[in-house]
């Protein structure tokens, strides 16, 4: 038995990477007894058929999983973001928040620095100081500050994901030195044009792999309980012991050092009123589910 990285899954073709060269591969019919779904980023072992085809036969235990993009194996998740089209800065927090449940470590990518304004800058940084591990501000388009994503990133597997047309595609061309498809935005919708259709790892030597992914506008939360989506936030954590009851939400408790620290302007009103509506989001699937 071979072993070998899934870079890339498309019209019911695995791509495997195996020692420098990418073999396409299908799934032995019993491995979908277990329900098992292929992710890029898998780990597989497979064989050759006596028709010379390849064949995968077992997935190897994942480190982590993300679902949305679907790549598995991840070290961390450059999460990229600039002021064209109009972020949304709920989708951030929610793919943080994965990240937090898989043991992923998210950077912040802002990407187009040329035309973002050093406003949008300063916002974020405030914002998401203490939710990442680290903000890079960069441009693909005029090639500024990229050397400190690829430090950022060397010996590692990172996901680019985000909304589509942010610059996830430009800035792995620019890093991989790669030559793939980029999109527009939408004169009509102003939003992206979804131009990368599928996830795809790209080796970059030395342990370093980057997988592009399509953007995505819509995430559901599906390991977090409402009444426990505080606790991943550190900054409310922190204030907890100040608040009435132990496991106060900070959405309808009373005495609740949150609130009080949002009228006196030492929590920021954005994050909180994101967190809110996350916390709204939860609660409405929960009410579905029952
Ligand atoms: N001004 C400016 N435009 C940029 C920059 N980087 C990318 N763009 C433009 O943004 C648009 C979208 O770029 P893509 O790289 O295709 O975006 P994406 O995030 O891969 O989008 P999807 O594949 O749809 O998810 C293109 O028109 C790029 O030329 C930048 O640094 N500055
Ligand atoms: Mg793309
Ligand atoms: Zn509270």
Redesign the pocket.
């Known amino acids: 038995m071979q072993q070998g990285k899934i870079i890339k899954a498309v019209g019911g073709f695995f791509y495997i990477s195996h020692n420098g060269k990418t073999i396409a591969s299908k799934v032995r019919k019993k491995l979908s007894y277990n329900n098992l779904e292929i992710s890029v980023g898998d780990n597989v072992e497979f064989f050759f058929n006596e028709y010379k085809k390849a064949v995968i036969e077992d997935v190897l235990p994942r480190k982590n999983e993300l679902i949305r993009p679907n790549v598995a194996n991840v070290d961390v998740a450059a999460i990229?973001v600039?002021s064209?089209p109009q972020p949304d800065f709920v989708l951030v927090d929610k793919i943080i928040l994965n990240c937090y449940i898989q043991d992923i470590k998210p950077v912040l990518i802002v990407?187009?620095?040329?035309?973002n304004g050093q406003d949008f800058f300063d916002q974020i940084s405030k914002e998401y100081g203490d939710a990442v591990s680290q903000i890079i501000c960069?441009?693909?388009?005029?090639d500024?500050n990229l050397d400190e994503i690829k430090q950022a990133l060397k010996g590692q597997t990172t996901v680019?994901c985000?909304?589509?047309?942010?610059?996830?595609?430009?800035?792995?061309?620019k890093i991989a030195e790669k030559n793939q498809?980029?999109?527009?935005?939408s004169e009509k919708s102003g939003r992206?044009?979804?131009?990368?259709r599928h996830s795809q790892i790209f080796d970059l030597g030395d342990d370093t792999f980057i997988v592009?992914?399509?953007?995505?506008s819509l995430l559901e939360l599906k390991d977090i309980k409402s009444g426990e989506l505080h606790l991943y936030y550190s900054d409310m954590v922190e204030m907890q012991s100040g608040c009435k009851y132990h496991m106060c939400t900070h959405t309808t408790e009373p005495d609740c050092q949150v609130k009080q620290a949002l009228e006196n302007g030492t929590f920021d009103k954005n994050r909180y009123q994101r967190y809110l509506a996350i916390f709204e989001e939860i609660k409405e699937a929960e009410k579905n589910k029952f």
Not at 111 to 115: A, G, L, P, Q
Not at 162 to 173: D, E, P, R, Y
């Open positions: 990229v600039a064209v990407n187009k620095s040329d035309i960069v441009s693909a388009e005029q500024l680019f985000g909304q589509s047309a942010v610059g996830k595609t430009s800035l792995l061309n498809a980029t999109g527009d935005i992206g044009k979804h131009t990368t592009d992914t399509p953007g995505f």
